[in-house]
């Protein structure tokens, strides 16, 4: 069974403050992405990565950075919170390009800036 | 510009029914779709998918029905019960290479005893 772990269940954290949020996967998958959904809009893909030290926009970049030092594990990098980045944060993983297959996510961390 | 859109946020269904959560689609280029059940504090679970070589797919009780020409896909539950009572997020992407999912904005399913 594919095990995404997000180092955080919930977090509180400052305006200003420069916030890291974890994620490891166990399956060898060469994609990773991070999203964050907000009520009444769903999933918004912020960064994908589709292999090491690869990574891509998604559909809202600003504010956020990645880093994908290793295959298993990719981080997500508030360079300076801010409250309207209040939200919860999903990372999620895939297998390679080429083949239709399903991302899994990990529980989530609800990031909440004060 | 929302590409996938579901347009119920919310459904009320009695035990032993069907269930059925709609899905609209605006992107041709989408040409595998799949979705996925939340439970609160909890992260999307895959339930099932659909290429769009296919018009059905079933997994037990689940059924994911595809209308290319509408660009509509639907989900179908029988029999219905309480543990589905979560929110469908509904998904597509294209061939491009790297499976970006665009997600719809979800639908709360409440199967009541």
């Known amino acids: 069974d594919v095990k995404v772990t997000q180092s955080s269940r919930y977090l509180v954290k400052r305006t200003g403050e420069k916030v890291f949020l974890e994620c490891v996967q166990d399956m060898d998958h060469e994609n990773m992405f991070w999203y964050r959904q907000d009520p009444g809009l769903g999933l918004r893909l912020i960064y994908f990565?589709?292999?090491?030290?690869?990574?891509e926009k998604g559909d809202i970049p600003e504010g956020y950075s990645v880093s994908r030092e290793k295959k298993e594990r990719f981080s997500l990098i508030l360079e300076s919170a801010s409250t309207n980045q209040t939200s919860m944060y999903l990372c999620?993983?895939?297998?390679?390009?080429?083949?239709?297959?399903?991302?899994?996510f990990g529980d989530g961390t609800r990031l909440s800036i004060l | 510009d929302q590409q996938v859109k579901q347009n119920s946020p919310s459904l009320s269904v009695q035990e032993g029914r069907i269930s059925i959560l709609n899905c609209d689609y605006t992107n041709s280029m989408f040409d595998y779709f799949l979705w996925y059940k939340k439970y609160p504090a909890e992260g999307p679970t895959f339930l099932i998918s659909?290429?769009?070589?296919?018009d059905k797919n079933e997994d037990g009780r689940f059924t994911v029905f595809l209308n290319k020409s509408a660009k509509h896909l639907s989900l179908h539950i029988v029999p219905s019960q309480p543990g589905d009572s979560a929110v469908y997020f509904c998904?597509?992407?294209?061939?491009?290479?790297?499976?970006?999912?665009?997600f719809g904005t979800g639908t709360r399913l409440l199967v009541s005893p």
């Open positions: 990565s589709y292999d090491v030290k690869m990574k």
């Open positions: 998904a597509a992407s294209g061939i491009t290479g790297f499976q970006k999912l665009v």
């Open positions: 659909i290429s769009s070589i296919k």
């Open positions: 999620a993983s895939s297998l390679g390009a080429g083949s239709n297959q399903p991302q899994h």
